[in-house]
T-cell receptor
Framework: AQSVTQLGSHVSVSEGALVLLRCNYS??????LFWYVQYPNQGLQLLLK??????LVKGINGFEAEFKKSETSFHLTKPSAHMSDAAEYFCAVGQTSGTYKYIFGTGTRLKVLA | DAGVIQSPRHEVTEMGQEVTLRCKPISGHNSLFWYRQTMMRGLELLIY????????DSGMPEDRFSAKMPNASFSTLKIQPSEPRDSAVYFC??????????FGSGTRLTVV
């Protein structure tokens, strides 16, 4: 069975500061990992994904995430927060065979302070 | 590409009425998912289809909920009869095999 845990339901950072959103997963097979962003009154939008290959993945809007198998983590980072980054962020895990169903975390709401 | 298209964007209905939510996936995507999002329970997978066939409906809350995918370009989620606790935002998403999901903008359902 797969699961995903997002540490911190709310995170606040100052504009210009580092953004770090934490995601840990559990999977018995090699995972596919995703980060999605949801702005108010909108659907979820894919930020980045890890399938195979390079463990450091770059996404849209300056975000990146690193797959660390030994730590079962896929944390999302951005060097410098912008006011427009304020949104809810979801981590998701899928497996590389069988079902195409992904498991989503409970989300982390990012607040950016001026 | 216009993305995943859901209709209506907002629906307000009275308890006991039938509600039908519609979804047009991205052309060429072979998997389709229906999710429900609420403050209390977050994002819940209701059902998903692969090549128009329902694969997993274990998330459908009860028999009042049903979903169909008659062809590769259309899916419906029906609630009959609707209840106030069904109030939520319902999302449709589509994907290629092992690809990331593309979500629609959602339907905000309010049952009064």
């Amino acid at each position: 069975a797969q699961s995903v845990t997002q540490l911190g339901s709310h995170v606040s950072v100052s504009e210009g500061a580092l953004v770090l959103l934490r995601c840990n997963y559990s999977s018995s097979v090699p995972p596919y990992l995703f980060w999605y962003v949801q702005y108010p009154n909108q659907g979820l939008q894919l930020l980045l994904k890890y399938t195979t290959g390079a463990t450091l993945v770059k996404g849209i809007n300056g975000f990146e995430a690193e797959f660390k198998k030994s730590e079962t983590s896929f944390h999302l980072t951005k060097p410098s927060a912008h006011m427009s980054d304020a949104a809810e962020y979801f981590c998701a895990v899928g497996q590389t065979s069988g079902t195409y169903k992904y498991i989503f975390g409970t989300g982390t709401r990012l607040k950016v302070l001026a | 590409d216009a993305g995943v298209i859901q209709s209506p964007r907002h629906e307000v209905t009275e308890m006991g009425q039938e509600v039908t939510l519609r979804c047009k996936p991205i052309s060429g995507h072979n998997s389709l998912f229906w999710y429900r999002q609420t403050m209390m329970r977050g994002l819940e997978l209701l059902i998903y289809f692969n090549n128009n066939v329902p694969i997993d409906d274990s998330g459908m809350p009860e028999d009042r909920f049903s979903a169909k995918m008659p062809n590769a370009s259309f899916s419906t989620l029906k609630i009959q009869p609707s209840e106030p606790r069904d109030s939520a935002v319902y999302f449709c998403a589509s994907s290629l095999v092992l690809g990331g999901y593309t979500f629609g903008s959602g339907t905000r359902l309010t049952v009064v």
